[in-house]
């Protein structure tokens, strides 16, 4: 048995990080099997990890307010399980059933995500942590396999999801996307004029999520019409973007936020900040999201500064993000 002190002197330890996203166009319809376009922010979440030398599983994550957090490894997944950890934790434990280990890790994280609206944090520490985990016992997997790897453990936390986050934490730019990863393609965009306006509601993505579903069992022809016209804008932004057409794309944003005003997502604050925006000159604008609060996004016509200052004088919230990030990556590995 090594001791404590030769663990520590010759442990690998890890650092991986992933980019947090924002949806383009095709929310909600791509829940249920529809094309969405998301791209990555340049807002990252890092996780370094090496082994303990213990049976157990320990976490320090200051900025998800846990503190010494441990769990032997049989207690792994298993209640009291805070919100900060349970993705990591989950994906830990389906790891250990497929590459069993002797023993345990010890996990830090490190968040640059602005206070006030995280975009996507979650898939991003499920992916930085699921890429330093497999980096650490030098499994190789292709972006699919870590895809499916870390879809599993947010479908087993959280039940609904298309995967359209955790694909844009792997693979990073701008992807066009087909759940659940079925379709990946990069659209090989620059920096996309885009200005993000928050509305100073956090929004319940599940929630949403479960009313259109409701709505959907109710009605549903409206809702898979509503699914259908969504999917042909997807598309049209697809090309858009091949083109580098930012007035349709700014048309084509328009269009998609009708179609989720009338599935019932948009709220007052969403479609004020919206037409605020619209009348300051943007091509177009649309909720980025699963709506209900949370963001705006639109697409500027070139001069972004009055569009802020419309969107700042409606109440909203600017916040400066870029778009077309890289995709997780291991920003050091001592072996
Ligand atoms: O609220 P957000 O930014 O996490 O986006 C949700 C997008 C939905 O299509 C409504 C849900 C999903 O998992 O695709």
């Not at 022809?221 to 930012?246: G, H, L, P, R």
Request: glycine letters at 8%; proline letters at 3%; charged letters at 25%.
């Amino acid at each position: 048995m090594e001791s404590f002190i030769e663990i520590m002197k010759n442990k690998k330890i890890v650092s991986a990080s992933a980019p947090g996203k924002l949806m383009l166009f095709g929310e909600h319809s791509v829940v249920y099997g529809h094309p969405c376009i998301v791209t990555a922010v340049d807002q990252r979440l890092t996780v370094n990890i090496h082994e303990n030398g213990e049976d157990v599983f320990t976490l320090e994550a200051p900025d998800l307010q846990l503190h010494a957090y441990a769990k032997t490894m049989e207690d792994l997944g298993k209640k009291p399980l805070p919100k900060g950890v349970r993705f990591i934790e989950i994906l830990y434990k389906n790891f250990l059933k497929k590459h069993p280990q002797e023993r345990g890790i010890h996990v830090t994280t490190r968040n640059e995500f602005n206070h006030t609206f995280g975009f996507g944090s979650s898939s991003a520490v499920t992916v930085a942590f699921a890429k330093a985990l497999t980096t650490l016992y030098d499994i190789t997997l292709t972006n699919k396999d870590l895809f499916d790897l870390c879809y599993e453990a947010v479908i087993e936390v959280q039940g609904v999801g298309s995967g359209f986050d955790i694909a844009a934490a792997i693979w990073g730019g701008t992807i066009f996307y087909v759940p659940a990863a079925e379709e990946v393609i990069q659209l090989n965009v620059e920096e996309l004029p885009l200005v993000v306006g928050y509305t100073g509601i956090k929004a319940d993505t599940p929630t949403i999520v479960r009313m259109v579903a409701s709505l959907k069992n109710r009605e549903p022809d409206k809702v898979e019409q509503i699914f259908e016209n969504i999917t042909v804008i997807v598309k049209k932004a697809q090309q858009a973007f091949i083109d580098d057409d930012k007035q349709f794309l700014g048309n084509l944003a328009s269009n998609n936020q009708d179609l989720l005003r009338e599935l019932g997502v948009s709220t007052k604050e969403l479609d004020n900040l919206i037409k605020a925006s619209e009348q300051a000159g943007s091509y177009g604008a649309k909720l980025s999201g699963a709506g209900g609060g949370d963001c705006m996004i639109a697409f500027s016509n070139g001069n972004k500064s009055n569009i802020e200052k419309a969107i700042d004088d409606a109440g909203g919230k600017v916040l400066h993000i870029k778009t077309n990030a890289p995709g997780v990556r291991i920003e050091s590995s001592n072996k």
